[in-house]
């Protein structure tokens, strides 16, 4: 298995990813508060983990892309913003749905930016995670609460994402730490306005728990898993992070559901385990398993 050091990181920021859902439901602020928080708290770790290791901001790498950074750090907090906002307007699970066509648009979009290819073998782990994610999500059998408006919301956030994405491939000689910690800025500025317009927080009281809940998002879901993502997406092809990314929800349903007992069912099983086992077999190298059986 190749960059298996990468994949690694890829399957640890996903499945940290996927419980974010866990400690944000606890928190009573608004999600536009929420996603700020994480910026500002991430960004705040990140420089914090630099100083101790005493390592210095490459700044010279970041005004050679300081241009990149900007933009994907917009798109990073607008995705943020359409995301939670698609969750409002519609069921979380059609929300996620459609938030997750991001690695299918990511893999087609790099077919064009950055040459890649689609083999058989990427095209058909494309296709299982694809109907995996709509098993688990729930959407066959008409669930109720479904809207075209947070579905349009998902998609548009999922294309943000995408983005996102690409031009952390765009970038040119930055560390991992660097670009992430420069992109939680850019997107704190972008979400302040909103949450100052749109979000209102008079009269809420957090909790110790919540106030704990608050930094494990910002220091764990963001600071720690995003670092790790970006460093390990960089590297690795889009083909690979798109498969490894549908991880994500998975453990968001599963934890949801063995948690807050938010019913899955045998299709969202089924769903689960044909995401997981088709992430799984996409890195295995079946053409010298069977040259070695044949030997």
């Not at 420089?47 to 798109?75: E, H, Q, T």
């Not at 890649?116 to 008409?142: Q, Y």
């Not at 031009?167 to 992109?183: G, R, S």
Request: hydrophobic residues 55%; aromatic residues 8%; positive net charge.
């Amino acid at each position: 298995m190749k960059n298996k050091s990468q994949i690694i990181a890829l399957i640890v920021s996903m499945t940290v990813f996927g419980t974010v859902g866990i400690f944000s439901k606890q928190i009573p602020l608004p999600s536009g508060v929420i996603a700020l928080s994480r910026s500002v708290i991430g960004v705040l770790f990140l420089a914090a983990v630099m100083l101790i290791i005493g390592r210095r901001p490459d700044i010279s790498a970041i005004r050679k892309n300081l241009a990149k950074l900007i933009l994907s750090g917009i798109c990073l907090g607008a995705n943020w913003i359409l995301f939670f906002e698609a969750c409002k307007q519609t069921t979380v699970a059609s929300a996620t749905l459609s938030y997750y066509l991001a690695p299918t648009i990511l893999v087609i979009a790099s077919v064009f930016i950055f040459s890649e290819k689609i083999t058989l073998k990427r095209a058909v782990g494309m296709i299982a995670t694809l109907a995996g994610m709509i098993l688990v999500s729930g959407v066959i059998g008409g669930a109720e609460g479904v809207r075209g408006v947070g579905v349009l919301l998902g998609i548009a956030a999922a294309f943000l994402y995408a983005t996102v994405v690409i031009f952390n491939k765009l970038l040119c000689d930055m560390n991992a730490f660097d670009k992430t910690a420069v992109q939680f800025l850019v997107s704190a500025l972008v979400l302040m306005p909103y949450v100052l317009i749109f979000e209102r927080v008079e009269g809420t009281v957090l909790t110790a728990g919540a106030i704990i809940d608050l930094l494990v998002i910002g220091i764990v879901h963001t600071g720690i898993a995003y670092a790790l993502y970006f460093g390990a997406a960089t590297v690795l092809p889009s083909s690979t992070v798109a498969i490894y990314s549908y991880i994500d929800p998975v453990v968001s349903i599963l934890a949801a559901t063995l948690i807050f007992r938010e019913p899955l069912g045998f299709t969202g099983i089924i769903g689960a385990i044909l995401i997981i086992g088709t992430a799984l077999l996409s890195e295995i190298d079946t053409d010298r398993f069977f040259k070695k059986k044949e030997k």
